[in-house]
């Protein structure tokens, strides 16, 4: 397996435009998380989807942030419009919960520049 | 709620020296996992610990659980340079990871 892929690996925009970002967790997973990594705040959990279904959101900052998770093997988290505190690195990660939790998977992260 | 406080948030050791991260839970926890983060990457699993009072070790890294199941512990014995990176923990409870604020180690040749 190629672990969990995200993409892209850098993105830059400028205030005001929609980002998207993308994943796709380890086949068999069934829980995937978005967290957002900045030096102020350290690591944090955006949201998390369990059998695709958003299960805690409350990490999410306020609207312009919506994550979706059509299916077992695709994610997006969305920013519209973007400004430029949401700079961060966001990281996708996977777990098998079975009903313990099992390790998370990292993806190599998105690192979002927003001018 | 639920936090996961991590200490010290940095620590700058000589090659040789040891090194230990500590991580506190206001609330008890199902079990907890520790991971690294090397510089400019993302973080890696180490190991997980499950049961009260557990301890494991990993070659010169020691984990432990405490009896309460709400602080832990992240020992390195002799560190080398390769150990640089920033060490954080995670809680898990209710289906939810909390994250500490991970310690960020620096190893000076």
């Known amino acids: 397996d190629a672990g969990v892929i995200q993409s892209p690996r850098h993105e830059v925009t400028e205030m005001g435009q929609e980002v998207t970002l993308r994943c796709k967790p380890i086949?068999?997973?069934?829980?995937l998380f978005w967290y957002r990594q900045t030096m102020m705040r350290g690591l944090e959990l955006l949201i998390y989807?369990?059998?695709?279904?958003?299960?805690?959101d409350s990490g999410m900052p306020e609207d312009r942030f919506s994550a979706k998770m059509p299916n077992a093997s695709f994610s997006t988290l969305k920013i519209q419009p973007s400004e430029p505190r949401d700079s961060a690195v966001y990281f996708c990660?996977?777990?098998?919960?079975?009903?313990?939790?099992?390790?998370?998977?990292f993806g190599q992260g998105t690192r979002l520049t927003v001018v | 709620g639920q936090q996961v406080m991590q200490i010290p948030q940095y620590q700058h050791v000589q090659e040789g020296e040891d090194f230990t991260t500590y991580c506190n839970s206001s609330?008890?926890?199902?079990?907890i996992q520790w991971y690294k983060q090397r510089p400019g990457g993302h973080p890696v699993f180490l190991i997980q610990?499950?049961?009260?009072?557990e301890v494991k070790k990993q070659k010169r890294l020691t984990f432990q659980f405490g009896e309460a199941k709400k602080n832990s512990s992240l020992h390195i014995t002799a560190t080398q340079t390769t150990d640089v990176g920033t060490y954080f923990c995670?809680?898990?409870?209710?289906?939810?990871?909390?994250f500490g604020s991970g310690t960020k180690l620096n190893v000076k040749p």
């Open positions: 990660a996977s777990s098998l919960v079975r009903p313990i939790n099992t390790e998370a998977f």
């Open positions: 086949s068999g997973h069934n829980s």
């Open positions: 989807f369990n059998n695709n279904v958003p299960i805690d």
């Open positions: 609330t008890t926890l199902s079990n």
């Open positions: 610990l499950v049961k009260s009072g």
């Open positions: 995670a809680g898990y409870n209710f289906n939810k990871f909390y």
